[in-house]
């Protein structure tokens, strides 16, 4: 095993793991508001590509033009979901609002293939399938956009969260109800992180859907979606970032050494069980609150 | 007037602890239970085949997860897997020459020494990080078993399940498949119905308000959680055996994947947590009513001459079966069993209600 060939394995792994990242952070800044498990994150990735192609290919705008009104869209349909589901829901038992995202997901899903089909679309986002070759390492272009933009992403949440409507965010996931108390709308905090979601939504379907191909198996990513968040711990950005690298690095480094063994598809197993690994051993994950339970 | 009760009124512990609380629930039940004998002679073979027989087993199958998540309040979404393992011992054992009635039962106990490995995960967290917990364990139940030609024959591969034979008698008609379902439904059912009566169900329903607080009480958190468990999953065993053995014929990998465990979760929730006729509705909803929609559909598409294409059709379902759980969510989040409560409750005292007004 030549060295060079396992830093390849390694940088393409952590920018695949961006690209969970990119997936991630929607369901963390769900999560981080109004500690919803969004199931649903797959399917608005899936409707969010499709959106932006129905923009592109049925109205014949350019892409330029069709992402940021697909973002717009979603970002609607986004507060659209929180007001007509899950407010309803909001002190119910997990199990149930967890239900809710499920049926969300499905429901999303179902509509998305009835109305375009199952097919798959491509995404022609323009980004050339050159390989691209830095000192000895193999690096695919596609998967260098997407982690800029991953980061990009992240910086701006960053700055977003330094902002008025931010800290308000900030005061509602640290505590509901104080945060209620000194007059934050904590109804319109929650709705805006799903729209904020929803729009995360958006630029991960691009580039997922640039990779591979606008399809149903878009909303798959949620499994590798639910590891990372878990593991950077279900409240915290950096840590979906975070996250993201170290996983996309096991999973392409230890998919090499597992797939001769095993015959293939161990990506699968090992992001599962990272998942479980993060549960058992720290369920509040790399960056995240631990919360402590009384009676 | 419909119950010709006032209203339900205990006077000692032994009326309280009557598995039906009003007379007439019981005659109900009678009812159903003639009905539920008859169908082969009412329904045409067509229905009760397709309808009927599936609804039963997955209602068994519902009432096992419904053990676990709405008794012992432990989620878990990773149900199938142990379907799934049930279904295949079952099938090895019997093509390995052990007869069907063993067959059911080592099923039924492979499924429970698995599941009780779910449980090891209940023991850890709870909430939001088990569910994840036991979907991450349904993705590598999958993965072992389209990767495992020795269980299941390869990943595109189903296993033919041997005729089903019980009591020295082969079962091959529709009618005889029927009973089979039905049998094993009714038991299910008593064994359920009985469960609140019992320290078990207590204990349950202790570990499920607050497991610290159970433990505070005397009750063993864990061993509860870990029997819960087993015991759903000896449900789910048999079940998945008997699906296959008499409605699907062959087993495959894809019979059992996340997605069937995510819609036995909806059956159950849509059904209403820890309700036992509604476990009976909400399969009935998620399992029949996307089809019966989506046919509906189809034939008023052709009478008003508009033209709907194939893959819409096709996904029509799935669109309805999303939109049937997030509607019933909205409308009761207890489920169906709960808008049946409601209704019965408010015929219970009508009309002497009207009369206090």
Known sequence: MELVFLAELAVNGAMTGLLYSLFAIG??????????????????????????????????????????????????????????????????????????TLGLDIFLRGTTMAIWGATSASMELGVSYEPLFLGDLFISRIHLV?????????????????????????????????SWSVGISVERGVGLSWALASVVAVAAGVIWGEIQGVDQSLSLLLLKGLAVAVLGGLDSILGAVVAGIILGIIENVGANFLDPLVGGGSRDLIVAAVLILTVMIRPHGLFGRHDIERV | MFYRLSGVYHTDYVSDSRIYGVPADRNM???????????????????????????????????????????????????????????????????????????????????????????????????????????????????????????????????????????????????????????????????????????????????????????????????????????????????????VATFFFLAAPEQFSVNVSIQVLAMVIVGGLSSIIGSYFGVALILLVPGLVNSAVASISQGLGVQIGVETLAHIPNAIYGALIVIILLIEPLGLGKLYGNVRDYLMVWPFDQIRK
């Not at chain 1, 969010?48 to 592109?56: C, E, K, N, P, T």
């Not at chain 2, 002679?41 to 009760?48: D, G, M, T």
């Open chain 2, 29 to 243: 039940a009678a009812f159903c239970l003639i009905i539920g004998l008859a169908a082969p002679f009412i329904i045409p073979s067509l229905y009760l085949n397709s309808y009927m027989l599936p609804w039963l087993i997955w209602t068994a199958a519902a009432l096992g997860l419904n053990l676990v998540t709405g008794w012992a309040g432990q989620l878990h979404l990773g149900y199938a897997a142990v379907m799934a393992v049930g279904a295949y011992s079952a099938i090895h054992a019997v093509r390995f020459g052990v007869p069907w009635e063993i067959a059911l039962i080592i099923g039924g106990l492979a499924a429970a020494v698995i599941g009780s490995l779910f449980a090891f995960a209940a023991l850890r967290v709870k909430g939001l990080y088990l569910a994840l917990t036991t979907l991450a364990m349904q993705f590598i139940m999958d993965w072992v078993l389209t990767h495992s030609a020795a269980i299941s024959g390869g990943s595109h591969a189903s296993l033919q399940a041997p005729t089903l034979a019980l009591l020295g008698q082969q079962i091959t008609s529709d009618t005889g498949y029927y009973y089979v379902a039905f049998g094993w439904c009714l038991l299910v059912t008593i064994f359920m119905l009985n469960l609140k009566r019992t320290g078990l169900g207590r204990a349950l329903v202790a570990v499920r308000e607050k497991d610290y607080a159970a433990a505070i009480l005397g009750v063993n958190s864990f061993y509860y959680k870990i029997l819960a468990f087993a015991t759903s999953s000896f449900i789910a065993g048999v079940s998945g055996a008997l699906l």
């Open chain 1, 27 to 100: 369901l963390v800044l769900i999560y981080k508001a109004s500690s919803v498990p969004n199931l649903a994150q797959g399917a608005l990735t899936m409707l969010g590509a499709y959106v932006v192609l129905a923009f592109a290919d049925g109205l014949g705008m350019p892409l330029w033009v069709a992402i940021p009104l697909a973002a717009i869209v979603m970002f609607g349909l986004g507060f659209g979901i929180e007001r007509v589901a899950l407010r309803r829901l909001a002190g119910r038992p997990v199990i149930m609002i967890l239900m809710m």
């Open chain 1, 146 to 178: 997407g982690s800029i933009v991953t980061l990009v992403l992240f910086g701006a949440f960053m700055l977003f969260f330094r902002t008025r409507a931010g800290i308000k965010l900030k005061a509602i996931a640290d505590d509901y109800t104080a």
